[in-house]
T-cell receptor, first 117, second 114 residues
């Protein structure tokens, strides 16, 4: 158990819909990262938050957004869903003592499996 | 975008044998990390090796890093059926805005037969 929790574990929805994925980082970790794992694209970084502020953006679509709340939990919002958004979405956390998290281990949650029909 | 390329894509061995997986990457790195993923589940961190290190051990794991060749290898000794999983290398880039995020390879699927 990494100490990172994600809900829900599974999500089935229809094209055009909007969903929210939730992540609680390990106690004491200030940084949260979101990754998407799909068969064709592999594991891709989406976005990073540090202590409530966006720190880095990766291959995140404009239809996707995220935020980190004062209690440090994070939510990833996916809207106007398409079939191709079906994937495993992982959240990871690290202490990020330097603010960026460079050189630190990231602890991954169990993931949310999203299926868009 | 993928940074690392693992080799081989799939590896099947007998219990007790050693398993070696290789990873090549393209850009300068601060560190390279290896993760393990059991079928469709979360990633588990195995080991982190910094760019100024050449070799690191953790239990039955041995990781080497050759920055001149931009490559790393993961050796699992005396493998067990429970080692069956996908193994990913991931790098962190010391430059640019996205310093903390991991850039993953495509993974090696290891199957250890009892």
């Amino acid at each position: 158990d990494s100490g990172v929790t994600q809900t829900p574990k599974h999500l089935i929805t229809a094209t055009g819909q909007r969903v929210t994925l939730r992540c609680s980082p390990r106690s004491g970790d200030l940084s949260v990262y979101w990754y998407q794992q799909s068969l064709d694209q592999g594991l891709q970084f989406l976005i990073q938050y540090y202590n409530g502020e966006e720190r880095a953006k990766g291959n995140i679509l404009e239809r996707f957004s995220a935020q980190q709340f004062p209690d440090l939990h994070s939510e990833l919002n996916l809207s106007s869903l398409e079939l191709g958004d079906s994937a495993l979405y992982f959240c990871a956390s690290s202490v990020a003592s330097s603010g960026r998290g460079l050189g630190e281990t990231q602890y991954f949650g169990p993931g949310t499996r999203l299926l868009v029909l | 975008s993928q940074q690392g390329e693992e080799d081989p894509q799939a590896l099947s061995i007998q219990e007790g044998e050693n398993a070696t997986m290789n990873c090549s990457y393209k850009t300068s790195i601060n560190n390279l990390q290896w993760y393990r993923q059991n079928s469709g589940r979360g990633l588990v961190h195995l080991i982190l090796i910094r760019s100024n290190e050449r070799e690191k051990h953790s239990g039955r794991l041995r990781v080497t890093l050759d920055t001149s060749k931009k490559s790393s290898s993961l050796l699992i000794t005396a493998s067990r059926a429970a080692d069956t999983a996908s193994y990913f290398c991931a790098t962190q880039n010391p430059y640019g805005g996205s310093q903390g995020n991991l850039i993953f390879g495509k993974g090696t699927k290891l199957s250890v037969k009892p």
